[in-house]
Structures are given as structure tokens and as C-alpha cells.
């Protein structure tokens, strides 16, 4: 008997951030609606294989024409699907075929996925499993360098992931750093980011030696990562599991180890202590640090317990030059998911009052308090919840920061907790606000009320004189900003009271 012969499919990704799911997903269909068995089908990648003008394997096969034999669509379970798309950036030669073979048996066994033990659904998951941890290390592990070239600063990285992810990756740094231009190499591909018009490009894979060595910000790093450095990990089996020793070779802080291992037995007693005592965002604040360098480690804050709840961390936002700083409590729902700063309704009513007053808002640098959002679960809706007073002082360093990278002319503290936080704890607003305040953050801080404020009074009549006392407020905060020199300031002995 002669045995049927087996169809050898290539799947050629179309470009370089292609992974050829989508034309696995294509092929595979036909064939399971043609009833192809999996031990008939031999799928070949085209980053594995040996090179088609070799002659070894057909260049483009076309999909099979095989007649259906059932109209049924195939039964897909999204659970598959998920994995199936991780476990197609795997670097496994194989992986086609094992997707092809679960999917053939899946038609037959609904419950497939749920049999752990099976060998190619353990298979299958590991695989997928493999490559969203390295996407997790990409994540965590990419240090850009920054360059001059004719178009301005280029920051550039140079990583090796184990698997074929950088596609995949790329909308995690184009959300954190979408202001930026940057460029990661690694040597399957390439992509580069322009701020300008918010899109990503990719091309082909590049060398080591394509990416800046060392630049100005390597001390940065390495301050930051000495100051984040947590020698209650100084577990070597940990800290491999955490920094797997292919990266250290990219990493700056791996310099710093001899030291910290030196200093961590007596960090350790200290840092358990103070992290019980008080928390505080103070060990992840890079000193020195540009605007941008804290928007990058803002990201890694776990100063106080507002992180493990939040989508994200909110970083300020406006020009490195703005001379007034707007400072809110913290984010809201819709900034949660943003990712920017008075987004939703309080940031709407606060825009419509800078366009009365003829106020470019972009002109304005807004902040938060608290970095991260503050909420109580209520079915599907997150009602925000006051942070505590140690949230705020857990904070407060990454707001100080701010403040001493923009160095701005006047800061408006939008509200009571912000006010607090800049102006003491015996700040009233209704009897100080408007009232320009020098203190050691800026020679003139002034406090008013806060839009969502406004928005929660019931009573129309005074909803209104309130946001007149916010518009009056801002427009003195606004044009004090705008003059060359600042004179006149009230002392802070005038509201009796002492600045923190
Ligand atoms: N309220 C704030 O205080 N800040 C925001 O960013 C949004 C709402
Ligand atoms: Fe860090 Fe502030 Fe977030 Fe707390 S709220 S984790 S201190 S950024």
C-alpha cells in the first residue's frame, strides 16, 4: 500500500513583526475543514528552515485546495486561541505542528485543554508559558541609551529575547515612552518608534555592536538600581530567576554587586524595619533625574500598597518649561486607564476654565499627589476612595522630584489633599486658598479648590461660586507664572501656620 503523502507547508511571515499566526490560522483551517490528519501536514517555518532557493522546500505552497468535508467551522476555544498566538513568537521549530495536532483533537475532545497531563496540551502551554515570561523580562530588562543624531535625542536599546516577541513588546514602551524616539535592536528584528505621528516601524534584526555601549544616563541607572536594589533577594537562585544571567551582560547595575552585596547585610535589618514603619516611594526615586527619567521609573513604584490595585502609575504631564505646576489629588478612573493626568470629567471642567481664561492647557504642567488610583470596587465600577495621609507622605518624593526637575514659577495645589501635602497639615482651604504661599518646594504655592469638588456639589448656586473661585484662582496662578521676576509674595507667617 502506498502511504498518503505528506503536504509540507511554509509559513513565510510577510514582514518583520509578522509571526505567521495569522497565516497558520489560514492553513490550518483548510485543512481541518478538509479533514487533513496532523500526521499528513508538516508546517515549516521560514525563520528555521533552510533557505528556499536551496531548493529543499517549495518557496510558497500554496494552501491546500482539499474539498471540505463538513461546511462546520472549526470549534476554537478562545483559551487556545490566547496561547496559541503566545506559542506562535516560540522559537520551537515544532510549534505549528503542535498547534495544528491540538487543534485536530480538540475537534474531537472538547475538554482537551483541561487535561494537564496530556503531553501535548502540557506542551502547549509551556510554550506559550515561555514566552510570556520572556516578554515580561523584555519588559522589565530593555535599558535605552540616549544619542544625539541631526534629529534630536534618539534613545536606543539593544536586548536578546529568547523568543521572537519584539512585536509583541512594542506596545508596552510605546505607551510608557510615547513622547520619546527610540529604537530597540535585537538580533531577529527591529522597530522604531517616532513620537510625531505615534507610530511604530519596523525592520530588520541588527548587532550588538549597532547599539550605543554607554551614555550619560548609565549613572542614572545605576544610582536608580542601587537605590531600588533589595538585598532581602540577595538569594542567588532568586536573583537568577529574577535577572537570568544572559542579561546581566546589558545590565548596568551588575557593576554595582560587589558593593551592595557588601552593604546588604545591613540594609536588610533597616529596610525591613522602615518598609513596616512607613512606606515610602523614596528607594525608587532616581536622584537628579530629568522629567523623563521619572516618568520612565515611576513605572516600578512600590513605595506604598496603591500599586498592587491600579492599571498603572500616572506620571505628570506638559513641558519641561511650563512655569506653573497644577498638582491634583490623584488619578481617576478614566487617568487609571489613560495613563495621564485629569483626562476625565474633573479634567474637563478644569480645561473649560483655562479656555475662558485663555489658557493653552498644554501650556500647563499637571501632577498628581498620589501617583497611583485609590478605589473601592462597587460591581463593575471603581469609586475613588481619599488616599490616607501616609499614601500621601509615601508619595510626596516622587512629587518633590517633580518639582525640583521643572523647577516651576508658581505651583497650584488643585484641592485639599494636595494642599496638604505641600502646604502642612493645618492648611484650610476655604480660609487660605488663593493666598500665595513661599515654601521650600517654590517661592509661590497657592492652593484652591478641586475641580471634582465642584462636580460633587448638589447645589447649583454654589457649585457655580465655586468654580469662580477656581477660575480666579487659576488666573492669578496663571499670570504670577507669567511675570519675569516675582515679587510680593506673602509670607507664610501671614497664615500662621509653617510649611512642611
Ligand atoms: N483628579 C485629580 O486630582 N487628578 C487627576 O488626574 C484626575 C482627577
Ligand atoms: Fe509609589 Fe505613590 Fe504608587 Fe504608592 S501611590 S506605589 S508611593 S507611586
Not at 506559542?87 to 505542528?97: D, V
Request: aromatic share 8%.
Amino acid at each position: 500500500m502506498i502511504a498518503p503523502a505528506v503536504t509540507s507547508i511554509l509559513i513565510e511571515p510577510r514582514t518583520p513583526e509578522d509571526s505567521g499566526f495569522d497565516l497558520w490560522r489560514n492553513f490550518a483551517r483548510n485543512l481541518l475543514l478538509s479533514g487533513t490528519l496532523p500526521d499528513l501536514v508538516d508546517f515549516h517555518d521560514a525563520h528555521d528552515a533552510p533557505s528556499p532557493s536551496l531548493g529543499l522546500l517549495p518557496p510558497n505552497p500554496p494552501a491546500p485546495q482539499i474539498r471540505p468535508h463538513s461546511s462546520k467551522l472549526p470549534h476554537v476555544p478562545k483559551s487556545f486561541l490566547d496561547d496559541a498566538f503566545f506559542a506562535a513568537h516560540h522559537r520551537s521549530p515544532h510549534r505549528w505542528n503542535l498547534l495544528y495536532r491540538l487543534l485536530w483533537k480538540l475537534q474531537r475532545d472538547k475538554n482537551l485543554l483541561h487535561i494537564e497531563v496530556d503531553p501535548w496540551v502540557s506542551e502547549f502551554r509551556s510554550l506559550s508559558r515561555q514566552v510570556r515570561h520572556d516578554l515580561h523580562k523584555m519588559h522589565a530588562f530593555v535599558r535605552f541609551r540616549k544619542v544625539q543624531d541631526r534629529k534630536g535625542e534618539h534613545f536606543i536599546a539593544w536586548h536578546k529575547p529568547a523568543h521572537r516577541i519584539l512585536a509583541l513588546a512594542t506596545p508596552f514602551f510605546a505607551e510608557r515612552f510615547a513622547v520619546m524616539r527610540w529604537t530597540i535592536l535585537t538580533p531577529d528584528n527591529s522597530v522604531s518608534w517616532n513620537p510625531a505621528t505615534r507610530s511604530a516601524t519596523f525592520g530588520p534584526g541588527a548587532d550588538r555592536s549597532q547599539a550605543p555601549a554607554e551614555d550619560e544616563l548609565e549613572h542614572l541607572w545605576q544610582t536608580y538600581y542601587s537605590s531600588i536594589f533589595n538585598p532581602a533577594r540577595l538569594n542567588p537562585s532568586v536573583m537568577r530567576s529574577h535577572m537570568p544571567v544572559k542579561y546581566w551582560s546589558t545590565l548596568p547595575e551588575i557593576d554595582l554587586l560587589p558593593s551592595l552585596i557588601t552593604r546588604a547585610n545591613s540594609r536588610v535589618a533597616s529596610m525591613v524595619f522602615t518598609q513596616q514603619a512607613t512606606p515610602s516611594a523614596q528607594p525608587f526615586v532616581p536622584t537628579n533625574a530629568t522629567l523623563t527619567m521619572l516618568q520612565q521609573a515611576l513605572s516600578a513604584c512600590q513605595g506604598c500598597s496603591l500599586f498592587h490595585y491600579a492599571t498603572q502609575a500616572v506620571t505628570g504631564r506638559g513641558p519641561s518649561t511650563a512655569a506653573l505646576m497644577l498638582v491634583g489629588e490623584q488619578p481617576g478612573d478614566k487617568e487609571d486607564l489613560a495613563g495621564e493626568p485629569f483626562v476625565g470629567p474633573a479634567g474637563e471642567l478644569l480645561r473649560r476654565a483655562c479656555r475662558e481664561l485663555d489658557i493653552a492647557p498644554d501650556a500647563l504642567y499637571m501632577t498628581n499627589a498620589v501617583k497611583h488610583f485609590k478605589f473601592v470596587q462597587r460591581g463593575k465600577l471603581r469609586i475613588h476612595k481619599n488616599p490616607a495621609q501616609s499614601e500621601v507622605n509615601a508619595c510626596r518624593p516622587w512629587l518633590e522630584a517633580e518639582i525640583q526637575a521643572l523647577k516651576p514659577k508658581v505651583i497650584l495645589c488643585m484641592g485639599a489633599t494636595s494642599a496638604k501635602a505641600l502646604l502642612g497639615g493645618t492648611f484650610a482651604l476655604m480660609r487660605d486658598h488663593g493666598h500665595p504661599v513661599s515654601t521650600r518646594y517654590c517661592d509661590e504655592t497657592i492652593a484652591t479648590v478641586h475641580p471634582s469638588a465642584i462636580l460633587r456639589t448638589g447645589d447649583k448656586a454654589k457649585a457655580q461660586d465655586l468654580y469662580g473661585m477656581m477660575k480666579a484662582d487659576l488666573a492669578m496662578a496663571w499670570s504670577r507664572s507669567r511675570r519675569p521676576h516675582v515679587m510680593d509674595v506673602k509670607s507664610e507667617s501671614r497664615l500662621s501656620r509653617s510649611s512642611p
